[in-house]
């Protein structure tokens, strides 16, 4: 028997419902979804240790977003590994590379209309960035959030969120942001971020080291949860042409995979600052299972990376950083003295990360 519940933490008591159902029949297999993680995990803790899991559930990655709408991409290796391409001869990456050069163009849309699967269906971009706007961004804002967390002011909640769009993958400095709001105390915004995230409406990536094993407080990082999210709020409509906004949001959209990819493993993603220009790093994976991984997101036309930029300076010998480009053609290994980055356009590094999982849960399937 299987209980399907949608919105679960509107319910009064649902985690002791959910504990009699459980204990009543070992045949009842339940699964219930809700907006707002930090009181499932509350609840959870209280009366379902050991008989819950708690997923989360990103939007669309852009390898499903291809899956859903059919995008024919033609055959590639089981074993390929988007952090391992250099390993490959070039003319097998030259290979790889045609295959996926088709990807460009459902890139672009990808980025306008987001990971929605009802709004990716749709034949009407416009329209699904209103219900993006309406639907999905003004419930979770003025219905969802202030009951849960009994908000009134819901008007302050509303500008803290249209601020994270404006400044979305910018470091966010809360002294700052509380004097530019006229009044909202820091400690209101501080909470408020926290609800935003708890809602899965936003992402926050801390200022992280490299090799030690601490999280530096207060420097975070803001990404909107879907760039097309960012979008729809700050009505853009046609974003093809400004190049500024499409960097922005193909960052948003790199960072959003790249924690996706590593929930499992709960690793840390931030980003790095060493101090002066071109001293940070974008994205920085850091965990106990394996080496940090980085990538720069250089999401132009022409994307330029000097010797003294962080991504070069803090290239392992082991394996070379990433940068992130935007052309097909912009690829391959490039070496700066004894330090080494591998160039990879975002459409191709975000589908193999999409082809990698779903290997990877095609051969669980088999096992089990």
């Not at 290979?95 to 672009?108: A, E």
């Not at 912009?330 to 080494?340: E, V």
């Not at 591998?342 to 779903?358: D, K, M, Q, T, W």
Request: aromatic fraction near 10%; charged fraction near 25%; glycine fraction near 4%.
């Amino acid at each position: 028997i299987y209980c399907f519940f949608d919105e679960i933490q509107y319910a009064a008591d649902w985690n002791n419902w959910l504990k009699i159902l459980y204990d009543t029949d070992p045949k009842i297999k339940i699964m219930a979804t809700g907006s707002a993680s930090p009181i499932l995990l509350d609840k959870m803790s209280e009366s379902g240790l050991g008989r819950w899991k708690l997923i989360h559930v990103p939007t669309l990655s852009f390898f499903e977003y291809c899956e859903l709408l059919d995008i024919i991409v033609p055959q590639l290796p089981n074993d390929i590994k988007p952090t391992q391409l250099y390993l490959r001869d070039e003319s097998e990456q030259l290979d790889i590379m045609r295959k996926l050069s088709v990807l460009q163009v459902h890139f672009i849309r990808y980025l306008q209309v987001g990971g929605f699967p009802e709004l990716a269906c749709s034949k009407d971009d416009i329209y699904a960035q209103r219900v993006l706007r309406e639907d999905i961004v003004d419930k979770a804002l003025k219905r969802d959030i202030p009951s849960i967390y009994g908000i009134r002011n819901i008007a302050d909640i509303e500008r803290i969120f249209l601020y994270l769009c404006y400044n979305s993958s910018n470091i966010i400095n809360l002294q700052t942001m509380s004097k530019e709001m006229d009044g909202v105390s820091r400690t209101t915004i501080e909470k408020y971020i926290g609800y935003l995230e708890s809602a899965s409406l936003i992402y926050v990536s801390p200022l992280v080291t490299l090799d030690a094993k601490k999280v530096l407080k207060n420097q975070n990082k803001i990404y909107i949860a879907d760039a097309a999210m960012r979008n729809a709020v700050l009505m853009k409509d046609d974003i093809t042409n400004d190049a500024d906004e499409l960097g922005l949001i193909a960052e948003t959209a790199v960072y959003k995979h790249v924690r996706a990819f590593y929930y499992e493993d709960a690793p840390v993603v931030g980003y790095y600052r060493g101090g002066g220009k071109g001293k940070e790093i974008d994205i920085v994976v850091r965990s106990e299972h394996f080496d940090p991984i980085m990538i720069e997101v250089k999401y132009r036309e022409q994307a330029k990376i000097f010797e003294d930029d962080a991504i070069v300076t803090q290239a392992r010998s082991q394996r070379p950083n990433l940068v992130i480009t935007k052309r097909a053609d912009d690829y391959g290994l490039c070496s700066y003295g004894d330090k080494m980055v591998y160039r990879i356009s975002a459409p191709v590094f975000l589908y193999l990360l999409g082809y990698v999982e779903h290997i990877k849960n095609e051969k669980n399937s088999a096992i089990l």
